[in-house]
């Protein structure tokens, strides 16, 4: 299974940037799919999760702001970011437990990483 994440760059003040991550391969099915993130000296951080079945869960730092949905048809998750602020400046990781034709047990899979940064 790979996930290709998109829609990193640069934000202005109290902008908005939306990130996709399609997962694709052999896929015979994705359970939770999620955003981390990883700031510049600081450890990876969980961003959102969202289960197939809808079920969210936020980093308090982004409740509000970000919104976490998903589109299990096409094995697509997207994180909206809203009033991005300094501190969301970092590389954003799409991830998900996956599960490959003819295996019984799910995996994590990570993406490649996509930069945000929030202007000055």
């Not at 908005?16 to 991550?21: E, V």
């Not at 982004?62 to 998903?70: A, D, E, L, Q």
Request: charged share 20%.
């Amino acid at each position: 299974v790979q996930l290709q994440a998109s829609g990193g760059g640069l934000v202005q003040a109290g902008g908005s940037l939306r990130l996709s991550c399609a997962a694709s391969g052999s896929i015979f099915s994705v359970n939770e799919m999620g955003w981390y993130r990883q700031a510049p000296g600081k450890q990876r951080e969980l961003v959102a999760t969202i289960t197939s079945g809808g079920s969210t869960n936020y980093a308090d730092s982004v409740k509000g702001r970000f919104t976490i949905s998903r589109e299990n048809a096409k094995n697509t998750v997207y994180l909206e970011m809203n009033s991005v602020n300094v501190e969301d400046t970092a590389v954003y990781y799409c991830h998900a437990w996956g599960r490959r034709v003819g295996e019984l047990r799910y995996q994590e899979y990570w993406g490649q990483g996509t930069q945000v940064t929030r202007l000055q």
